[in-house]
């Protein structure tokens, strides 16, 4: 089994991961790499709709990972969200 990569989208790699080998995407680089010059409500929905929600359709396992940088409290808000 081979890594799915995105196409169009190297700009946006910082990296891979292991067992299985996964390529690793920052989610802000994507938007930057998609970017249609437009506004960036516009841009976070396209890649939302043609890039995260297209991964779903990957059920081997070799689906890339996607990245969201963020600060420790906002990880935590999340954590507690998913608790729920």
């Known amino acids: 089994m081979s890594a799915i ?3 169009g989208a190297d700009d946006a790699i ?3 991961a292991d067992d ?3 390529v690793v995407y920052d989610y802000e680089k994507l938007i930057d790499v998609f970017a ?3 506004d960036r409500d516009s841009d976070v929905e396209w890649v ?3 890039v995260i929600r297209g991964l779903a359709y990957i059920a081997d ?3 890339p990972v ?13 954590a507690d ?4």
Do not use: C, H, T
């Open 66 to 78: 996607i990245v969201y940088p963020a600060e420790r409290e906002e990880i935590d808000m999340r």
């Open 48 to 50: 939302e709709f043609n």
């Open 36 to 38: 249609n010059k437009g």
């Open 14 to 16: 910082i990296g891979y």
């Open 81 to 84: 969200e998913l608790e729920d």
């Open 61 to 63: 396992g070799s689906q």
């Open 20 to 22: 299985p080998f996964r």
């Open 5 to 7: 990569v995105i196409d």
